[in-house]
C-alpha cells in the first residue's frame, strides 16, 4: 500500500518561508475559526450583560447566562444557516462578489501558468491544425505527429505526478518530491 507523507507546518521545504507560511497559517486560523468563535462569545457576553442583566422582564425569560447561550444558539443558529442560504441563492450578493473576483482575476483571460500552458492548450492547438488538416484532405506531417508525440509524453508525465515546464520555482519542492516517491518505493 502507498503511504504519502503528510508534509508537517516546517518541512525542509518550507523551512526558507517558515515565517510567511506561519503567518499565512495564523492568519487562516484565527480568522475562519477562532475570530468567529470569540466574536460569538464576545456577542452573548456583552449582550447579556448590558442588556438582559439590567431589564428585568427579560430575566424571566433568561435567568441565567447559561440560558441565554442556549436559546440564542438554538434559536440564532438556524437563522444565520438561512441567512447564509439567502446570501448565496437568492439575492444577488453572492453573483456580485464572484463576478468581481471573476473580473479582477487575470487568469480568466489568459492561459495560468503549469500544465494549461505547457500540455493542454498546445494539444487543442494541434489537435486543431491537424483537423483543419484532415478536413482540407492534407496528410499530416512526420512534425506533426512529433508534436502529438511530445505532448502526449508530457500527459503521461502528469499523470504519474510529475510536473512539466519551468519548474525552477518549485525545485525544493521536486526534490522533496523525490525522495518520498523513493521512499514511497522501497516500502511497495
Do not use: C
Amino acid at each position: 500500500m502507498i503511504q504519502r507523507n503528510i508534509p508537517d507546518l516546517f518541512n525542509s521545504v518550507s523551512k526558507k518561508r517558515a515565517g510567511f507560511r506561519a503567518w499565512f497559517y495564523l492568519r487562516m486560523g484565527y480568522s475562519i475559526y477562532w475570530a468567529f468563535l470569540i466574536m460569538g462569545i464576545n456577542t452573548l457576553t456583552v449582550t447579556y450583560y448590558l442588556a438582559i442583566e439590567k431589564a428585568p422582564f427579560l430575566q424571566v425569560i433568561f435567568p441565567t447566562f447559561a440560558h441565554y447561550a442556549v436559546i440564542l444558539v438554538i434559536v440564532a443558529v438556524p437563522i444565520l444557516v438561512l441567512t447564509g442560504f439567502i446570501h448565496y441563492k437568492k439575492i444577488p450578493g453572492f453573483k456580485s462578489e464572484a463576478e468581481i473576483q471573476t473580473e479582477q482575476n487575470p487568469y480568466v483571460y489568459k492561459l495560468p501558468p503549469g500544465y494549461w500552458f505547457h500540455v493542454i492548450m498546445p494539444y487543442f492547438r494541434l489537435q486543431s491544425v491537424m483537423l483543419m488538416k484532415i478536413l482540407k484532405n492534407e496528410k499530416l506531417t512526420e512534425q506533426d505527429l512529433e508534436k502529438m508525440k511530445t505532448l502526449q509524453e508530457q500527459m503521461d508525465i502528469l499523470l504519474k505526478g510529475g510536473y512539466v515546464g519551468d519548474t525552477s520555482r518549485l525545485k525544493d519542492v521536486l526534490e522533496e518530491n523525490e525522495k518520498n516517491l523513493e521512499s514511497v518505493k522501497t516500502d511497495e
